[in-house]
Structures are given as structure tokens and as C-alpha cells.
């Protein structure tokens, strides 16, 4: 059954029901969950959390969206980070890290350049330890390519990918699998389910980005008021793009995460 290559399950939408997500995530049949940091304060989270399942895996790294209030010491907590656990068979990846063009307040100087530096920075990191990346790449698909480029790691996982044909078959030669997830699963994203059905399924991974990217049949929640996503998601997104490629959901599951082991080496032998 599938697995969710980016999900956040540390984040404070679960607190109230963080065991029954993750209950219900393995009774629907979700077998590995990669969980991400976003900064250093929750680094031990992620890790302890992903040590509670017996489906979990997690990956160290400090999220674009996180530089603005992180610090260059930082980069020296995730080194040490990643020489304490570089044994540990959970740490899949240095993630989630990357660029976001997006929002406009971090595209101008002096947020820009340090994001990039921070990038720079967790890249390198990432080949010295020998892990692969899951990446950020809102908004800036060719900024992140020069630097993967540059500094030349071992592929990894362009995250919620939503870029042209052409960046997607530069992330592909770099050794980069695809992500996909809740976006998919709306008629309006009509660039997504183009790159979908067109890249070979052998390129791309599912994920759900839990609690964010909710799939279009969830509904608000009474309590919230919000729409959060969850790992559960992940077999109905497999589904929507079993039938926009119209081929078997089992095809689609077992490729996909074969996808997964091969750009997450380490997802193969998590029991």
C-alpha cells in the first residue's frame, strides 16, 4: 500500500488526535510516513515522532519559510544533528529545505539571499553525509536547479511539484522523483495533472503534506473552521491518479513507491 513521502505530522493541527491520525493512516494502509522538519526547535520532534511508528521515517533540515527567523548557527545544530543520527536507519533525507518565490516578502533582499544561503549551505551538508534532499521548490524551480547543480547531490524529492515539463525532466536527470499530492485531485490544476499523465510514473512519488494541500473532497472542519489534510489521504490521491492515467491504483501504488525507495534509499528497510 502507498506511501506518503511528505507529511507533517508534527504540526499543531494534529495535537488534539495525533495517534488516531496516525491509527487511521495505518488502517487505511499507508505503509512508510516521511516526516520532515521545518527548523532545529523541532528536529528532536520529528525524529522521537517518527520513532513511535513503525511506519515512520523522518528528515532533518530548515524550511525556506523558517529562514527568515532561523539563524546561520542553525546550519551548525542541523551538521551536529546529522552526525549524531547519520546511523539511524529513519533519517531518510536532509529536508524540507529549498527556495520559495512565493511569497513576496521573501523574494527581495536581504530574505533572498538568505535563503539562499541557508540552501547553499543544507546542500552541502547533504552530500557530505551522502543523503538525498526533499525539496521546496514554490515558485522557484530554476534557482533551485542552479544550485543543485553547483553543488551536485544524490536526487531526492522536488516536493508538491508544480513546475514546466522542462523543469520536471531537469529534476528527473538530477535524479529527483516528483511529488504529488492533494493539488492533483483538483479539475483547476490543469498544469499538474498535464505533468501527471505525461512524466513517466516510474519519475513520480505520493505524498499528502499533511495538514497542508487538503485534496478537493475535504470539508471543513466543524471545530477549526479549516480543512486539514491527512496521511489517510494519500490512497485517494494514488486513485485520482490511477484514473487520470488510466491505468490499475495497484500500478500506480507499487511504481510510485518503488519511485520512493529508489530516490529515499533508506525507506526500503524500515520495518
Known sequence: MPFDTNCHLDAKEFDHDRDQTIASACSAGVTRIVVPAVETQNFDTVRLLANRMPTGAYALGIHPLFVERSRIEDIDVLRQHLEQYRHDPKLVAVGE????????????????????????AQLVLAKTFELPVILHVRRAQDLVLKYLR??????????????????????????????????????????????????????????????????????????????????????????????????????????????????????????
Open 97 to 120: 529545505i529549498g527556495l520559495d518565490l512565493f511569497e513576496p516578502h521573501l523574494k527581495q533582499a536581504p530574505l533572498l539571499d538568505k535563503q539562499i544561503d541557508f540552501f547553499k
Open 150 to 271: 553547483q553543488v551536485g547531490v544524490s536526487g531526492g524529492i522536488a516536493h508538491a511539484f508544480n513546475g514546466s515539463f522542462q523543469q520536471a525532466q531537469q529534476f528527473i536527470n538530477l535524479g529527483f522523483a516528483l511529488g504529488m499530492g492533494g493539488a492533483l485531485t483538483y479539475t483547476r490544476a490543469l498544469q499538474i495533472r498535464r505533468l501527471a499523465t505525461t512524466i513517466d510514473l516510474k519519475h513520480l512519488v505520493l505524498e499528502t503534506d499533511s495538514p497542508d494541500i487538503p485534496p478537493e473532497w475535504v470539508e471543513l472542519d466543524s471545530k477549526t473552521g479549516k480543512r486539514r489534510n491527512s496521511p489517510d489521504q494519500v490512497i485517494k490521491i494514488a486513485q485520482v491518479l490511477a484514473k487520470l492515467r488510466q491505468c490499475d491504483v495497484l500500478d500506480v501504488i507499487s511504481t510510485t513507491n518503488q519511485t520512493a525507495i529508489n530516490v529515499l534509499p533508506r525507506l526500503k528497510n524500515l520495518n
